[in-house]
């Protein structure tokens, strides 16, 4: 009657052997480490790099508990967070802007485990310490844009079809296309509802005025909206990556904003400005200057006249600042290419003046526009425009001097410093819209470090409480009921860490919860079993009745609580994201830990007895 046949035997006890390996790796803690990772994904680390790492490190009088190379990286273990900042510190100085030197945490648990797959969950935010950012993306700003780059569309458009057109100007959210004569008018509608499906367009206008206007559909408003978000989170994985940051966290919350956690970070001023930078890049013709009179578009008298107020149509008027010198300008309203076309930048030196520079490589429609266009503007200055923070600086403005291919440099630079910060924006990619820090939050190490004893010292002294107050009150069925319990927290834990999670306060907080979630199952079986006895069955037939007619109970409750976690899970973010997903594992292992494993512990010990006489239930 109670007795289990011998698959389900072994089947407990792998599981219990599974889960404990799964766990231990927990237990061993973490090196410091300090990662070294080349910044171009096409570099290989090799021997010589791990040979290089070491020696910088034994001149500067650090030395490592051992270092690990991997295809990726060189990683460097320390005891202690002060010598891990230190030797981050040398090793950033000594390899340059080639590599990224990140703060990253090691496993300390032997070879063999991690060899399987046994290793640590991640800790995150709150438990390790570091930054919370909160951004909001500008989705206007990213409809802006939209239309912007359709006004150069529209033009390349009729251009192409050699359709004539007296202009193209933007009214507010509409995109307004003159004609002369009516055939032309028609021919153009034509042409533009065929080449630009994202907008709508309709022919206006009596003879003497007649126009088609252009607004975007509501699907495309949709769609760029949503690759506005998508891109800028793209954009901020890459900033986060050159930035040297072990296992960020970068999630979209709601339809406009961005969660950005980075762990472990220390250097949070440097952090905030790389992320809070919504820099862009757009290159934009000079149609007029007073600094180069050799320069084609040489015209201090339009100079005048734009800082007088008379600012011509299709022009806006900009200060390069540089050198101590204020030079304004005309700049086309035109955008020749943005930053979405450059694939590189890297710092450098002009090999003839030795001045600082800004390598830039842009794909290939990109070259092809930049080719066109500088073919045509030679001896005239080309303005290289940085929009940070929604204020547009004219980096440099250099005269055109032969035709450009996919490949030019940015010059103008005073330090190497500019270069450096420069190329890591561009590098990272073009932000799609700009973007606002909303909300910062900081935690420091030591509070990560609190909030882990704290949360853990509540854990176990309610796991010792609940042990102690289940085994006086159903002797040995409680110590069976307790044993349960204790495999149930070692599956949870071995789950989490398979599955590698990020363990934070609020996956603590589930866990707790998960046990005395857990123990109210055998609570209900261990009083059916007592309900038995005073109905005057046998012990084996009051076990045995315990345990079945106790299932039906305990499958409802536990479906109905795991019904409220996906709910949870579907509609939570963040920290309830967390704390959803260790409360449904924590319920499935409750299922197998309460009613397999300590029915599997009871037969094995009562099971056997063919004359029972009673059983230790208090």
Known sequence: MNRYPLWKYILIAVAVVVGFVYTVPNFFGSWQAVQVAPIKPTQKIDTA?????????????????????????????????????????????????????????????????????????????????????????????????KLDSSVGDIRNALRDKRIQYS????????????????????????????????????????????????????????????????????????????????????????????????????????????????????????????????????????????????????????????????????????VVITGERLTDASPGFDSVSNTPIVSVSVDGQGAKIITAVTRESVRRRMAIVLIDRGQPEVLTAPVIQSELGARFQITGFRTTAETRDLSLLLRAGALAAPMEIIEERLVGPSLGAENIRVGFQSMWYGFIALAVFIMVYYRLIGVFSVIALTCNLLFLIALLSMLQATLTLPGIAAIALTLGMAIDANVLINERIREELRNGNSPQAAIYAGYDRAWGTILDSNVTTLIAGVALFAFGSGPVKGFAVVHCLGIMTSLFSAVVLSRGLVNWWYGSRRKLESISIG
């Open 49 to 145: 790099m791990l040979g290089r790492v070491e020696d910088i490190l034994t001149k500067g009088g650090f030395k490592p508990e051992g270092l690990v190379q991997d295809e990726s990286s060189v990683k460097a273990k320390f005891d202690d967070p002060e010598t891990q900042l230190k030797a981050k510190e040398l090793l950033q100085t000594q390899l340059g802007d080639d590599y990224v030197v990140a703060l990253n945490l090691l496993p300390r648990s032997p070879q063999w485990l991690a060899s399987i797959g046994a290793l640590p969950m991640y800790l995150g935010l709150d438990l390790r310490g570091g930054v919370h950012f909160l951004l909001q993306v500008d989705m206007k700003a990213a409809i802006n844009n």
């Open 167 to 334: 202009g193209v100007t933007r009214a507010r959210d509409d995109l307004v296309v003159r004609f002369r004569d009516k055939a032309m008018q028609d021919k153009g509608l034509a042409e533009l509802e065929s080449a630009l499906p994202d907008l709508e367009f309709r022919a206006q206008g009596a003879a003497g005025d007649l126009r088609v206007v252009g607004r975007l559909k509501a699907e495309a408003i949709t769609r760029t909206q949503t690759f506005a978000l998508q891109q800028n989170i793209t954009t901020l994985r890459n900033r986060v990556n050159e930035l040297g940051v072990a296992e960020p966290i970068i999630q979209q919350q709601g339809v406009d904003r961005v969660v950005v956690q980075l762990p472990g970070v220390q250097d949070t001023t440097r952090a905030k400005d790389i992320l809070g930078r919504t820099a862009t890049l757009e290159i934009r013709m000079v149609e007029a200057h007073a600094g180069d009179p050799s320069a084609r578009d040489y015209d201090p008298q339009k100079i005048q006249q734009a800082l007088a107020g008379d600012v011509p149509f299709g022009t806006q008027l900009h200060h390069s600042v540089r050198d101590g010198r204020n030079e304004p300008l005309l700049l086309s309203t035109n």
